[in-house]
């Protein structure tokens, strides 16, 4: 997890709300991602951005939203449109977004909805 | 398209036995693969992956894997199980047509026993 940091640990959402999790890195890297896992199936990719100010859409991108501002910060909202956002929340970074690179993960986010 | 396929959803060994956690994919072009590890909560870890050269790669915590191209597979192994290697283990590719964007197999839970 070194490198990457994501805030909060878990969050919980009414319904109808807007919620934003935070993703930093220190490591210098120029490509992220946001992934979100459920229970039994792979990581699915949200968003991901090659650098900054550029941000492209994943498989799964409705009801979410991304910026990249600063090139140490990839900060995803999930919308009300977002219908079953309760979930684990992934972000990631690597060098460039060059196949090889490998990606490095945070922490992870659980995000609950009430 | 891309893909990525982990048939057991579950591996059972015993501490000192070797494991093995298959994995085989499909992707036009080379295939550039990686392993990870997940414990309860927390984000992907990195353990090897393969770009191009020996098809044995070494990784972190004693792991292996084998490329076998005929095969399309890449196999995750480890001569001899620790119970600390309790975790949830992920397959993943990235190349083809798809650059820069990982596709994750749905994991495999290993389970070692004292």
């Known amino acids: 997890d070194g490198g990457i940091t994501q805030s909060p640990k878990y969050l919980f959402r009414k319904e109808g709300q807007n919620v934003t999790l935070s993703c930093e890195q220190n490591?210098?890297?120029?490509?992220m991602y946001w992934y979100r896992q459920d229970p039994g199936q792979g990581l699915r990719l949200i968003y991901y951005?090659?650098?900054?100010?550029?941000?492209q859409k994943g498989d799964i991108a409705e009801g979410y939203s991304v910026s990249r501002e600063k090139k140490e910060s990839f900060p995803l909202t999930v919308t009300s449109a977002q219908k079953n956002p309760t979930a684990f929340y992934l972000c990631?970074?690597?060098?460039?977004?060059?196949?090889?690179?490998?990606?490095?993960f945070g922490p992870g986010t659980r995000l609950t909805v009430l | 398209a891309q893909s990525v396929a982990q048939p057991e959803d579950q591996v059972n060994v015993a501490e000192g036995n070797p494991l093995t956690v298959k994995c085989t994919y499909s992707?036009?072009?080379?295939?550039?693969l990686f392993w990870y590890v997940q414990y309860p909560n927390r984000g992907l870890q990195f353990l090897l992956k393969?770009?191009?050269?020996?098809?044995l790669v070494k990784g972190s915590y004693g792991f292996e894997a084998e490329f076998n191209k005929s095969q399309t597979s890449f196999h995750l192994k480890k001569p001899s199980a620790l119970v600390s290697d309790s975790a949830l283990y992920f397959c993943?590719?990235?190349?083809?047509?798809?650059?820069?964007?990982?596709?994750f197999g749905d994991g495999t839970t290993l389970t070692v026993k004292p």
């Open positions: 992707v036009s072009g080379n295939p550039y």
């Open positions: 393969y770009i191009t050269g020996d098809n």
């Open positions: 990631a970074s690597s060098i460039t977004l060059v196949s090889t690179d490998t990606q490095y």
């Open positions: 993943a590719v990235r190349g083809g047509t798809n650059a820069g964007k990982s596709t």
């Open positions: 951005s090659q650098i900054v100010n550029d941000f």
């Open positions: 490591l210098n890297h120029d490509a």
